[in-house]
């Protein structure tokens, strides 16, 4: 029969070699919170011509198609689409575009936006300027 020490120790002893097993644990599983489509260039801030090109590139985990827009952004926080400068984009994990910009007026008020063409998952870019 064990005394309570011993039993005391055992119990602490087992109780370190779980807590050491689950501190290695599992490979982490991707955060649920990570978004099944985003852009990653441009980055905000960016700038390109007016009529030239801008590379964009984004990851994209639901398997569908996406086309890619020049939007702006509307004074209430929301996006009005102004070209499709992308269409049929790719499905692939990690994609990119060399998208061709339309004449627009200068300014710093626009953004990229790529979305599924069924329109159910999108991302848009951060504020980027079109210079003259």
Do not use: C, F
Request: net charge positive.
């Amino acid at each position: 029969m064990r005394t309570a020490k011993a039993q005391g120790i055992a119990v602490g002893a087992a109780t370190a070699a779980v807590a050491a097993a689950l501190a290695v644990g599992p490979a982490a599983a991707p955060s649920a919170a990570d978004p099944a489509l985003k852009v990653t260039t441009p980055a905000a801030g960016s700038s390109a011509k007016v009529a030239g090109s801008l590379l964009v590139q984004w990851s994209n985990t639901t398997g569908k198609e996406v086309d890619v827009w020049l939007s702006t952004r509307t004074p209430s926080g929301g996006h009005d689409r102004l070209s499709l400068v992308a269409p049929k984009a790719g499905s692939k994990k990690a994609g990119e575009a060399l998208a061709t910009l339309p004449t627009v007026p200068p300014g710093t008020s626009y953004t990229v936006e790529v979305t599924t063409q069924d329109g159910k998952e999108s991302d848009v870019s951060g504020p980027l300027s079109l210079v003259g």
